[in-house]
């Protein structure tokens, strides 16, 4: 066997720490600009991507956004509104600890308690029998629940910084206008003020550092003598202000279903998190007098359809839409909220405004169509206990309401409703779908139909004559079980058409492993690194390293033997050492 002397052990350290610096490098660079690598970017208007309608696969909207990095701004081909939609970040916390409010090490503080005989026992013989139980359970449960919880509180410290690596990176990359989380926002209903507190400062501190909630004077109740909220295709400091705020959309597990929901828990989401429901008006401003001039005008130009461009955002609570609801007056605040929306619409004739409606639940889909099938539970008193969907009646409100889209061919606008797209959450795996209606069926028979974007799309069902519709967007959770999932909505406006115009994309992080991995093994490369300074440091100042390493690693080295044979006068051999 070949033994590795002090000076081989010294060079392949230094060749170790520099393949292991090159590892470390790569990872890193790949973990923190995982965007760049796998080719994320905002879709860009047909104009700007100059190839298929598909702009997700177009390569130019990723080119634009290298472009943008590089001259360091915008360059003005971009939508003017670009929505970063993350959905169910779900933070956990004291529910997820197995042994969260009570000692580590119950049975043990039981059994001293037996031997030290603060418990009553009927007699010695089952004291002593009570004090083997314990200690047999300190083995069995205590250990192993004490580890499990030390390993949660760990995976829930990186829970929180995995999110925020998602939230920070995306909008340091793709550069969005807007962010909306889409729900869910902490993991649980039933935790009282003291967790929600933790939790949402966690929230803000941790996973979406640097951001900012919506002001209650922002966020404002529908109505026809309104405020504008911003202006797009401008970057100035009103724009950056936008980039920082979090649209907030309120989820079950925020608040709880029609059968948990109580106005203690809405008053303290919407106190940590922003008004739970709410609309903002963006402008988009038409520079070109022409253009301008073909704006309806009561006075000068009522026989216009074309308005001045709105992009019109829609925050909804529905958690409380169908029923049995346990508190009657939050639901009649939420169909008051859903009728207003209705009733400040402009008439579905008119061109120019765009309705985008973000709301936690998705609409009603028969089973087979998304992962999550329709669902309901109700607690024994009454109550939605738990539910998948919205009922059939109540995602009509959203269709035929909020949209105007109709089954009757007749109708104002042949029933084609107001331009706009749903987003929401809810089911983890995502869902992309499109509902219509058939107009050429019987009056009977008309009945809301959906199908999956991609299929939808390849059957040429949306502007399909006779088959108005909507699509809807469940955006995939975040959460590192579902990939890390992040949704790009880009929404521009065609002047052509005087009308706006979307594309959407998705951009996947990965499991959490990943970035656990990089992370723990950085730090063992710096230790390595400050250690390994430290070496080269003491060489250099005349430490002998390789005497240090024979002295107290190696064996000394086996002493030289010559042995020489000499004749002497006598002829006989003479041998000296």
């Not at 910084?161 to 993991?187: C, E, M, N, Q, S």
């Not at 950085?522 to 690194?529: A, G, V």
């Amino acid at each position: 066997m070949v033994q590795m002397s002090p000076a081989a052990l010294l060079a392949l350290l230094r060749n170790a720490v520099r393949i292991l610096s090159i590892v470390a490098v790569v990872c890193t660079t790949h973990l923190y600009l995982y965007p760049l690598f796998r080719g994320c970017a905002f879709p860009l208007p047909p104009a700007a991507a100059n190839a298929s309608d598909d702009s997700t696969a177009n390569p130019s909207a990723f080119h634009e956004t290298i472009r943008q990095h590089i001259s360091g701004g915008p360059t003005g081909i971009s939508a003017p509104f670009r929505l970063l939609a993350l959905g169910d970040p779900q933070l956990e916390g004291d529910t997820a600890i197995r042994n969260y409010g009570r000692p580590a090490f119950l049975h043990l503080e039981w059994a001293i308690r037996h031997l030290t005989f603060q418990t009553e026992q009927p007699s010695l013989r089952k004291r002593f029998r009570q004090v083997t139980h314990d200690l047999v359970d300190v083995f069995f449960d205590d250990i192993p629940d004490t580890l499990e919880s030390l390993r949660k509180h760990v995976d829930l410290f990186g829970n929180d910084f995995y999110l925020a690596h998602i939230y920070r990176t995306l909008r340091w990359w793709a550069k969005p206008t807007h962010v909306t989380v889409l729900g869910d926002l902490l993991g649980s209903q039933w935790i009282r003020d003291p967790e929600f507190n933790r939790r949402s400062t966690r929230f803000w501190n941790r996973s979406f550092r640097g951001a900012e909630r919506i002001p209650d004077e922002i966020a404002q109740y529908p109505a026809d003598d309104y405020n504008v909220s911003g202006i797009l295709g401008k970057e100035d400091a009103e724009a950056a202000v936008w980039q920082r705020r979090l649209i907030n959309v309120v989820g079950n597990h925020d608040v709880g279903y029609a059968g948990d929901l109580t106005p203690e828990r809405l008053e303290r989401f919407e106190l940590a998190f922003g008004k739970a429901s709410y609309e903002l008006r963006f402008e988009l401003p038409i520079d070109d007098p022409i253009m301008n001039a073909t704006l309806f005008d009561l006075d000068t130009n009522p026989g216009s359809n074309r308005l001045l461009p709105e992009l019109r955002i829609i925050n909804i609570n529905n958690m409380n839409l169908d029923t049995p609801a346990l508190d009657q007056s939050l639901q009649d605040d939420t169909y008051a909220f859903i009728n207003a929306v209705i009733h400040t619409s402009n008439a579905v004739e008119f061109k120019g405004h765009f309705t985008l409606v973000l709301t936690h639940m998705p609409l009603y889909k028969p089973e087979g169509v998304c992962v999550d099938a329709p669902f309901f539970d109700f607690h024994d008193g009454g109550g939605v206990k738990e539910q998948n969907q919205l009922s059939a009646d109540a995602s009509r409100g959203f269709l035929e309401g909020i949209y105007g889209l109709n089954g009757d061919a007749n109708a104002p606008a042949g029933g084609t409703g107001r331009r706009g797209v749903i987003l929401n959450g809810h089911d983890h795996e995502g869902c992309d779908t499109y509902h219509y209606i058939n107009q050429s069926l019987p009056r009977d028979e008309r009945r809301w139909n959906v199908s999956r974007w991609d299929a939808a799309r390849n059957d040429q069902l949306p502007g399909k004559p006779g088959l108005p519709g909507i699509r809807e967007i469940t955006v995939r959770s975040m959460m590192a079980d579902f990939d890390g999932n992040a949704g790009l909505l880009s929404i521009w406006f065609d002047q052509d058409s005087w009308e706006w115009k979307y594309e959407f994309a998705t951009c996947e992080f990965g499991r959490q492993y990943y970035w656990w991995f990089v992370h723990v093994f950085d730090i063992i490369l710096l230790i390595i690194l400050a250690a390994y300074g430290v070496l080269e440091i003491s060489i250099t100042a005349g430490f002998d390293a390789e005497k240090w390493l024979q002295a107290n690693f190696f064996a000394p080295p086996t002493p030289i033997v010559e042995v020489k044979k000499e004749n002497d006068q006598t002829g006989n051999c003479i041998t000296k050492k």
